[in-house]
Structures are given as structure tokens and as C-alpha cells.
Nanobody, 126 residues
Framework: QVQLVESGGGLVQAGGSLRVSCTVS????????MSWFRQSPGQEEREFVA?????????YYADSVKGRFTISHNNPKNTVYLQMNNLKSEDTAVYFC??????????????????WGQGTRVTVSS
């Protein structure tokens, strides 16, 4: 089994920065790709934010965060980070990390990830 635990959320002013982390435990060796999703207040669906793949550390970003957010991982790849800069009020959401054991073209799809964390709340005040 795989467990994911997010940390680092909080309250920040617009224009500020925040870094959230996701630590993998259990059978971490099975994980080869991880993503961040977010769920904004009042929204039922989770929105893709960023993805990183272990192969060549390839990364993908939603257009709404490109140039402001950076996804990365440590070695030995048991923690994934999301550095968020120039935060906007519309970034307010609960941020979830997700982990997968296979590569898919649809890296932005919730259904392509087998494991999820419990979420960490990020609030951006204007």
C-alpha cells in the first residue's frame, strides 16, 4: 500500500509564496508519477495543477499556474513539492497530491491516479 501526506498549506497574501509538500510512505517504489490537484470552494471537481514523472523528471502544468508554480521531487523521490509564487485569490483551494504507478497520456485526469492524500488548505487573501 501507499500513503500520501500533504503539508505546508496556510494563509498567504496575494502576491506571496507558499510551498506545499507531499510525502510518500509504504510501497513508494511503485510510484512513478505524481501530481497536484486542487478543489476550489464550492467546486465539486478537482482541477489538475501540475504533474511530474520520474523518467527525466518531466513536468506538466495547467495553463492557469504556468510560470508561477513549480513541481519538483527530492531524491530518493519520496517527497514531491509544489512551490507556488505570485499567488492569486483564485488559487485558494484545498490542494491534493496524487500518485500513480503507470504513465498515462491523460496525466491531468483524476481517474489516472490510484493514491491520494487528504489535502492541505491554501487560502490567498486579496
Amino acid at each position: 500500500q501507499v500513503q500520501l501526506v500533504e503539508s505546508g498549506g496556510g494563509l498567504v497574501q496575494a502576491g506571496g509564496s507558499l510551498r506545499v509538500s507531499c510525502t510518500v510512505s509504504g510501497d513508494a517504489y511503485r510510484i512513478i508519477t505524481m501530481s497536484w490537484f486542487r478543489q476550489s470552494p464550492g467546486q465539486e471537481e478537482r482541477e489538475f495543477v501540475a504533474n511530474i514523472r520520474w523518467i527525466r523528471s518531466l513536468t506538466y502544468y495547467a495553463d492557469s499556474v504556468k510560470g508561477r508554480f513549480t513541481i519538483s521531487h527530492n531524491n530518493p523521490k519520496n517527497t514531491v513539492y509544489l512551490q507556488m509564487n505570485n499567488l492569486k485569490s483564485e488559487d485558494t483551494a484545498v490542494y491534493f497530491c496524487a500518485a500513480g504507478t503507470y504513465y498515462s497520456a491523460a496525466y491531468y485526469a483524476v481517474s489516472d491516479y490510484e493514491y491520494w492524500g487528504q489535502g492541505t488548505r491554501v487560502t490567498v487573501s486579496s
